[in-house]
């Protein structure tokens, strides 16, 4: 596969008709209702030896911190459980349809961000893991997230249910309306928020319209400057990030003065090379910034570990700023079952992957190789730190609330796939009936089920001793 047909997309000049027949002989081969098994092989891998695998790679004294997030509950294990669930996801059927996958599509990756044009975006937020692989799979780790969060919320069996065939139903509709689409129609297909609830045709009460509109203009407040005010503060007449240990530390708290030059040197390198890979406009853009100051950022629950450094730059004053973050990028949790990345760096993977599902995309978006003070060249992607950003609180929605965000990510994600993978294909896989919802909405409650064994699992650890845990 080529990095301009990711997918492997080789139906993409095939007729409509031809596409359709695709997708109902994958029906054939796997039938919907087959989604809804989940049955974890006798020989399954200690979840506990997947997390510590990938522990292993990271920062030593940040990963308590990781475990102690994914001890919190269920659901914040789940967040951190991308590498268990693609593994268990490779012995669930599959249609042999493939897009480019978020990898990580649980239900608070979806949010509301800003477009280079200043207008409040929904869409897909985290790419990480992403790579080509299964549609299926960003579904059902949607989906199971919804179950796990209606749990933690108290909601019933036929409620969770409710929740996720919205969701999943969501997805199939949306998918049939992209697969009638032209294909510039599909690309330029957007959600604007202020726009959504006519777009998406949601039927929203009088206090829910209040929250929304309260959600969006709060997002709005979540920019450059109120970073800007919130994180960094005056010192000797300079401005500089304030250290709030362990979660954000300035580059010289945490090296000696020989380590922490040589590192602070690369990083600023890391802000000129990283510049070759935005737009020409972009990077002319970046050139009348200097860097003031760095700081090594924890991140999510997931991500807790990986190297993660913001970078203060500054423009035509001390008051005139720019918060980039580097972020490391590991392999896609997907690669051992979907296959590895087709881009030279991983940090290329993850910048191509959001380009092509988000229908836009950070002005600062791109990628950079940084050699360490230990002599590793490692991986990173680059975008701005906080945008309008605004993110949905799991715990704060009734049942109704759940699954009116469970269809709007459901949307979200078909729009996003449909970008990528055969669209027609999928949709006509799908069909009309709600049986592939029905069969995830069964498939969340297994793996739900899976996920608070697993998370146990990693109590028990914590109580033996075998991994250290601490609160940040």
């Known amino acids: 596969m080529s990095e301009s047909n990711p997918t492997g997309h080789d139906m993409r000049h095939r007729t409509p008709k031809e596409r359709a027949e695709r997708g109902k002989a994958a029906r054939d081969a796997v039938p919907r209702s087959a989604h809804a098994e989940f049955t974890p092989p006798p020989k399954r891998t200690d979840p506990v030896d997947i997390i510590e695998g990938q522990s292993a790679k990271r920062v030593p004294e940040l990963v308590p911190i990781r475990y102690g997030r994914m001890s919190e509950s269920p659901f914040r294990f789940y967040r951190g459980a991308a590498a268990i669930m693609a593994a268990d996801l490779a012995e669930t059927p599959r249609t042999g349809i493939r897009v480019q996958c978020c990898g990580d599509a649980h239900m608070l990756n979806f949010r509301l961000l800003a477009s280079p044009e200043r207008r409040l975006m929904f869409d897909i937020n985290?790419?990480?893991?992403?790579?080509?692989?299964?549609?299926?799979?960003?579904?059902?780790?949607?989906?199971?997230?919804?179950?796990?969060?209606?749990?933690?919320?108290?909601?019933?069996?036929?409620?969770?249910?409710?929740?996720?065939?919205?969701?999943?139903?969501?997805?199939?509709?949306?998918?049939?309306?992209?697969?009638?689409?032209?294909?510039?129609?599909?690309?330029?297909?957007?959600?604007?928020?202020?726009?959504?609830?006519?777009?998406?045709?949601?039927?929203?009460?009088?206090?829910?319209?209040?929250?929304?509109?309260?959600?969006?203009?709060?997002?709005?407040?979540?920019?450059?400057?109120?970073?800007?005010?919130?994180?960094?503060?005056?010192?000797?007449?300079?401005?500089?990030?304030?250290?709030?240990?362990?979660?954000?530390?300035?580059?010289?708290?945490?090296?000696?003065?020989?380590?922490?030059?040589?590192?602070?040197?690369?990083?600023?390198?890391?802000?000129?090379?990283?510049?070759?890979?935005?737009?020409?406009?972009?990077?002319?853009?970046?050139?009348?910034?200097?860097?003031?100051?760095?700081?090594?950022?924890?991140?999510?629950?997931?991500?807790?570990?990986?190297?993660?450094?913001?970078?203060?730059?500054?423009?035509?004053?001390?008051?005139?700023?720019?918060?980039?973050?580097?972020?490391?990028?590991?392999?896609?949790?997907?690669?051992?079952?979907?296959?590895?990345?087709?881009?030279?760096?991983?940090?290329?993977r993850v910048v191509a992957g959001q380009r092509l599902m988000q229908a836009t995309s950070d002005i600062f978006l791109g990628w950079e190789r940084v050699t360490g003070i230990d002599g590793r060249r490692r991986d990173f992607y680059v975008r701005q730190l906080r945008d309008w950003k605004g993110i949905a609180v799991a715990e704060n929605m009734s049942p109704k609330r759940m699954a009116l965000f469970g269809r709007l990510c459901g949307a979200t994600l078909a729009r996003a796939h449909a970008r990528s993978g055969d669209r027609i294909a999928i949709a006509s896989y799908l069909g009309r009936a709600d049986v592939f919802d029905r069969a995830l909405a069964t498939f969340a409650e297994l793996y739900a089920d899976q996920n608070e064994k697993d998370h146990q699992a990693l109590l028990d650890a914590v109580r033996s001793g075998r991994v250290l845990a601490e609160s940040a």
Not at 204 to 215: G, H, K, M, P
Request: hydrophobic fraction near 40%; glycine fraction near 8%; charge should be negative.
């Open 126 to 348: 985290d790419f990480d893991e992403t790579l080509p692989g299964p549609w299926e799979w960003d579904v059902k780790r949607l989906s199971a997230s919804l179950v796990i969060a209606g749990r933690a919320n108290g909601f019933g069996a036929k409620q969770r249910a409710r929740v996720v065939r919205a969701a999943v139903g969501a997805y199939r509709e949306a998918m049939h309306k992209f697969a009638g689409m032209t294909n510039l129609e599909v690309w330029y297909t957007r959600f604007e928020a202020d726009e959504l609830q006519r777009q998406s045709g949601l039927d929203l009460d009088a206090e829910t319209s209040e929250r929304w509109a309260q959600t969006r203009e709060r997002a709005r407040e979540h920019d450059t400057l109120q970073v800007f005010g919130k994180l960094t503060h005056v010192v000797d007449g300079e401005r500089r990030i304030a250290n709030d240990p362990p979660l954000l530390v300035r580059l010289d708290s945490l090296y000696p003065k020989g380590e922490r030059g040589a590192l602070e040197t690369e990083l600023s390198r890391l802000v000129e090379r990283y510049g070759q890979t935005l737009e020409t406009d972009r990077r002319f853009l970046l050139e009348s910034y200097r860097v003031a100051d760095i700081a090594r950022k924890v991140v999510g629950v997931g991500s807790v570990g990986t190297r993660c450094w913001i970078i203060l730059l500054l423009g035509k004053d001390d008051e005139d700023p720019l918060f980039l973050q580097a972020k490391e990028a590991d392999e896609s949790v997907l690669a051992p079952y979907a296959g590895a990345s087709g881009f030279r760096t991983q940090g290329e």
